[in-house]
Nanobody
């Protein structure tokens, strides 16, 4: 069983940065794929960024490319999402999710472990 806990969210001004953490317990994430998703009020959940920890391959959705960076620290069993140049449109609850996989996984319904979510608000 994998437990995921997000942290690092909060209120930031447009153009600012945040680093979200997804700390895992229960098993090492070395052979897991992890994804970051977000859901804004009144909108569907959407993918943001994905990583396969076994080979460090990453993938980003268009909204995240060039601004966000996903990474894995195996010593801390934690996946990070560094978010730069944040925009009001990035305001959402952010979730991390994990699934045992050797490759990047983008479909949310393929993930079987989810964190509780954390609020990110971008506003002046």
């Amino acid at each position: 069983q994998v437990q995921l806990v997000e942290s690092g969210g909060g209120l930031v001004q447009p153009g600012g940065s945040l680093r979200l953490s997804c700390a895992a317990s229960g098993v090492p994430l070395d052979y897991y794929a992890v994804g970051w998703f977000r859901q804004a009020p009144g909108k569907d959940r959407e993918g943001v960024s994905y990583i396969s920890n076994s080979d460090s391959r990453t993938r980003y959705t268009d909204s995240a490319k060039g601004r966000f960076t996903i990474s894995y620290d195996n010593a801390k069993n934690t996946v990070y999402l560094q978010m730069n140049r944040l925009e009001p449109e990035d305001t959402a609850v952010y979730f991390c999710a994990a699934v045992l996989s050797w490759t990047v996984v983008t479909a949310p319904n393929e993930y079987n472990y989810w964190g509780q979510g954390i609020q990110v608000t971008v506003s002046s």
